[in-house]
């Protein structure tokens, strides 16, 4: 039998054989954590009912007003790469649950502060990172204890829950408006045979300058935000409409080589106009034959899909013309309608059609509408119409209104609510302090790090508020303590009351989400040992 090789060692006058330099893991580790929980006290003084908005100027001169967690880190322009992933940190929320998106990065900063201190301690970032974990499941557990279940059927728990998103928003003053209309629009695209999926793509939200927020309405039905044509006296109203969705062009045809023809004298000329007079008065002929008397054209980028000459004709014909249709709203539009779209004159039929009993155009602040209702056989599919005074309000009621569907969203996919105010994270903090005393070594250490990490988000919510934060977390954790899970910040008193009785609520999902993808980037940062450039 072969003995075992033997390595010999180098003499030295010390025990330690080898010297590793770990300054420059450090430094980076360091650099990453730092510029991290930069980005998030950047938006940290965002957070809550009373949190403060932020002015972004874009490049282009464009000024933007909002408290969005998810729109300030998108519109900043970082850098640094460890930053970087706060800000996909923001985006991975708002896609999973919508609302949250400042939660999660004010989390992700509060968890490498206490990171920094664990490795100043000297204890490895595996053992950091695979404590997080633990602790990040055990927090789901926990969360999903405190929750309550919540029925489709339950509107009145559905409109606070979306009213507590729009709390903290610009447009917060109109909540008891635009948080019914959120629940409503939901509630009207979920399909009884899938009734845990929502589709937002299914609500459009149409935006039109002029009124004020008050004047956004729900409409059951579609709305263009385009006139119709009035070229030679083109119809403005159509009941009993019949309504074709074309992708064709109502024009003459053109080459497909790029080429020019010469006429050399009038006979000509008279015979191509001619044609061309028969070519479209031919086509109107087969739309009209149908019964066809409302035509949605799609934009051509080839070439006009209607000439003036066409609509004279339309016009004529008593059939009334939307053009310039968007390509991508085509999908959305036959859906609403039950119809289908039209590529080809040849395949003009009239079971291709929808059928409308109104279709009609109405003046609304300076620009006009078309409005379609009375669809017959409406496919599952809604438009919110929402208003506003200037641009910056309408585009911030826009944002706003997006995430108090998307909490309407997270209620229909996990039907549980729990309580706001910063109430479930010092349950959790004071639950994982608890359990982080029955385990040993440094995993209890990283534990109670954690526990400690999450009362930030109470602390802010104080701080923002303009009250006391110590204070305020002090007495949190008291009550929490004598049994009272559901006491939380009320900002608006200015004390801790029982935050379900005051209907601040929010779905299980967002508190969940927030957690587990905050744990998870925060693990990636600290794994990260070197930044390697590639030129």
């Known amino acids: 039998m072969a003995s075992p090789a ?291 054209i799609q934009k051509s980028i080839l070439r006009d899909a209607v000439t003036d000459l066409s609509l004279h004709y339309l016009a004529k014909a008593k059939i009334l013309v939307v053009k310039d249709v968007e390509r991508d709203e085509i999908e959305f539009i036959t859906k609403t309608l039950n119809c289908l779209p039209i590529a080809n004159i040849e395949h003009f039929r009239a079971e291709k059609l929808g059928y409308a009993d109104l279709v009609e155009e109405l003046p609304v602040g300076d620009g006009k509408i078309v409005k379609i209702t009375g669809i017959k056989d409406m496919g599952r599919t809604t438009t919110v119409l929402v208003r506003g005074s200037n641009q910056l309000v309408l585009d911030e009621a826009e944002r706003s209104l997006h995430d108090a569907l998307c909490v309407v969203r997270c209620l229909v996919s996990k039907r549980f609510l729990i309580a706001g105010g910063g109430a479930p994270e010092i349950e959790l903090s004071r639950q994982l302090g608890a359990w982080a005393k029955v385990l040993h070594g440094m995993e209890g250490y990283c534990v109670k790090s954690f526990a400690e990490a999450l009362e930030v988000i109470p602390y802010t919510l104080a701080e923002n508020a303009g009250l006391n934060p110590i204070a305020i977390v002090t007495e949190l954790r008291n009550r929490h303590a004598q049994g009272e899970i559901n006491a939380g910040i009320n900002v608006r008193k200015g004390q801790i009351t029982n935050i379900l009785e005051e209907n601040v609520v929010q779905p299980l999902l967002v508190s969940t989400s927030a957690i587990t993808l905050a744990t998870e980037c925060v693990r990636m940062i600290l794994k990260i040992d070197d930044i390697v450039t590639v030129r």
Not at 75 to 94: I, N
Not at 268 to 285: A, T, V
Request: contains cysteine.
């Open 6 to 296: 033997t390595v010999a060692l180098p003499r030295s006058g010390s025990k330690t054989e080898s010297y590793v330099d770990n300054k420059r893991k450090e430094d980076v580790r360091q650099s990453n954590i730092l510029s991290a929980r930069t980005v998030a006290d950047t938006v940290r003084t965002s957070l809550g009912p009373r949190g403060m908005d932020k002015m972004i100027s874009t490049s282009s001169g464009d000024v933007i007003i909002t408290n969005d967690g998810a729109t300030i880190l998108n519109k900043m322009e970082v850098l640094q790469p460890a930053a970087k992933m706060l800000v996909e940190l923001s985006k991975s929320q708002d896609s999973a649950a919508g609302d949250g998106t400042t939660t999660v990065v004010v989390i992700a900063g509060a968890l490498l502060r206490q990171c920094l201190s664990l490795l100043s301690h000297g204890i490895h970032p595996t053992v950091i990172s695979d404590s997080l974990h633990k602790a990040a499941l055990k927090a789901v557990d926990v969360l999903t204890a405190m929750a309550v279940p919540v029925e489709l059927s339950d509107r009145e728990s559905l409109v606070k829950s979306a009213s507590t998103s729009l709390n903290s928003k610009v447009v917060s003053q109109y909540s008891s408006l635009l948080a019914p209309l959120a629940v409503d629009s939901v509630l009207s695209v979920v399909d009884p045979a899938k009734p845990d999926i929502v589709d937002l793509r299914d609500i459009k939200i149409v935006k039109k300058l002029g009124g004020t927020v008050d004047d956004t309405e729900l409409i059951k039905g579609l709305v263009f935000d385009k006139k119709v044509s009035h070229a030679s006296g083109g119809l403005t109203r159509m009941e009993n409409a019949k309504i074709a969705v074309i992708q064709f062009q109502i024009s003459p045809p053109k080459t497909d080589i790029e080429q020019s023809i010469v006429v050399s004298d009038y006979a000509q000329m008279d015979r191509i106009l001619k044609e061309e007079r028969q070519y479209i008065l031919g086509m109107i002929k087969k739309i009209k034959a149908t019964g066809c008397n409302v035509l949605l």
